[in-house]
Structures are given as C-alpha cells and as structure tokens.
C-alpha cells in the first residue's frame, strides 16, 4: 500500500472526512493538539471538514464547540448530517421496530442494549456500572429501570459488549440476523451498530457531498475499522491509518500514519500545502 505523500492529486479536494475513534484521536482519547488551526485554515480554503463518526450528534458538537459553525459533523455513522450549523438529513427508526432489536439483544444475553435518541442515549440501570466508557461517546445519558415504554426519536441502535467480543458475536448473529432488513456494521471490539437499509458512512458521505455542491471523486475520507469501509470505497481520496487492521488495506489506495502520530492532521497539512496560496 502506498504512503500518503503518493496521492498527489490534492488540489482538487473539497472535503475531508475522518473518522474518530483510533483515526483523528490517539489512544489517549486527545486530538491532534493543532487541530482547530487546521480547521480554519481548512475553512479558509473552501474545504470542510468533517468528523465523522459512530457518536451522536450531540456528541460530537460538544467534541468541536468551537468550529461547528465551519465544518461538518457526520453523527451515527451516518444517519444524522449537520453541515456549518444546519441539520441537513436525519433518519429515524420506528418505535415497534427498535423495540424488536432491544429483545434481539436481551433474548441473546451478550450485550448491552444502547438506544440512540437524537437528544441522548437511552440504557438500562443496570448497565450503569459501564457509565464511564458510555460517557465517552454519549455526553446525554438516561437510565431507566426498562427499555420496555421507551417512545423517543431513535436514529440508531447500537449494542456494547464489556467483554470485546463484538466482531465474534457480529458474525455468528447480527449480521445474518439483521441484515436484511437493516445496516449492520461493527465497530470495533465493542460495538455492533445498526441503522436503517442504506445508510452507512458511505451514503452519509454521499449525501454531504450532494449538499455541498461537490463529486465524490473531490472528497478525501480517513479511516480505521469496519464502519469506515462505505466511507473509504465511496471517495476519491481514501486512506486508513496505520494501526488499522491489515483486512483495511483492500478498501483504501493510501496509508497515513498512525493515530498516535496524528496521521490525520499530517494528511491535511499536506493538502494544505497544494491548496494554500
């Protein structure tokens, strides 16, 4: 695979997409300490930026408070958009049907049933003792004693498993499961998560582009794990970063450094380079 210096064809970018969790940010949770004078140099450039992410998108406002107004955010793996302080695609699941996922998980006994409002992430007391991995990806947390009653705005379901056995359990049952009916992707040892038929990183990118203006083939996207791969196979300028898992490598032409040497932000400052006056 080749290194991120070989893509030479930059000028042309008008939107760079990354991924969070093991992209942008290092192990340590932290971004790139340059990352706001990135953003706005980006912004003066006419080019967005844009996190995109499994989080929500309260979430992920709260990560950016200051930049929000200048860049994308693309929430839930795609299936809330906001783009420069507007809300520009949301896609809901409907109440009896994320009520069948919630029995889905229960019935399995493996995981923890997440469901995602637009306004917070909903779980069970129970699942308390988890709060402070939770409060990392959903800043609006409700606990209730059951997910039974829950009727709320749900864009996404999403299952924890504390013992990292997400992918194990993603292949022997969500997948085959589920994936007729929904989008069904695994994030990582932790994480299965499912929105609506058709909506994806990819489509989210798609959609983003629609809205900006621009083609697809002038959008750069980063990242690591399986919810990034639509994302990666939908651009023009695809990348994964270097801790990712060598199965990545067939979904992107280029190699960025690591997370935790902000691989991210050494990509942008190249395409700064052939942007900028």
């Known amino acids: 695979m080749q290194g991120f210096e070989a893509d030479t ?6 939107l760079v997409a990354s991924d969070m969790d093991c992209t942008l940010l290092a192990d340590d949770g932290s971004m790139p300490p340059n ?7 980006l912004d003066a450039a006419g080019i967005t930026f844009c996190a995109a992410s499994g989080r929500p998108l309260y979430t992920l406002r709260d990560m950016f408070p200051d930049y929000v107004s200048k860049m994308a955010l693309l929430s839930d793996n795609g299936v809330a ?5 507007e809300l520009v695609f949301k896609d809901l699941i409907d109440v009896p049907t994320y009520h069948e996922l919630i029995d889905f998980t229960l019935a399995d006994g493996r995981g923890c049933p997440v469901v995602c409002g637009i306004e917070a992430g909903y779980l069970r007391s129970c699942d308390r003792i988890y709060d402070d991995f939770f409060r990392r990806f959903f800043t609006q947390i409700v606990y209730v004693d059951s997910l039974d009653d829950l009727d709320v705005d749900v864009n996404k379901y999403t299952v924890y498993f504390p013992d990292h056995t997400a992918e194990d359990v993603y292949a022997e049952t969500y997948a085959d499961a589920w994936g007729d009916r929904f989008s069904v992707t695994n994030a990582g040892r932790e994480w299965i998560d499912m929105m609506n038929k058709h909506v994806d990183k990819g489509t989210g990118i798609t959609r983003l582009c629609e809205h900006l203006g621009i083609a697809t083939a002038d959008a750069m996207a980063l990242g690591d794990t399986y919810n990034d791969i639509q ?5 023009g300028h695809s990348y994964v970063v270097a801790n990712a898992e060598d199965h ?12 935790n040497d902000r691989g991210v932000a050494q990509v942008i400052e190249a395409l700064l380079e052939v942007v900028e006056p």
């Open 35 to 41: 990352m706001a004078e990135l953003i706005e140099a």
């Open 81 to 85: 958009i906001w783009c420069r302080g």
């Open 9 to 14: 064809d930059l000028a042309r970018v008008k």
């Open 248 to 259: 990545m490598h067939a979904h992107a032409r280029f190699m960025a450094p690591s997370n």
């Open 231 to 235: 994302m990666l196979e939908a651009v």
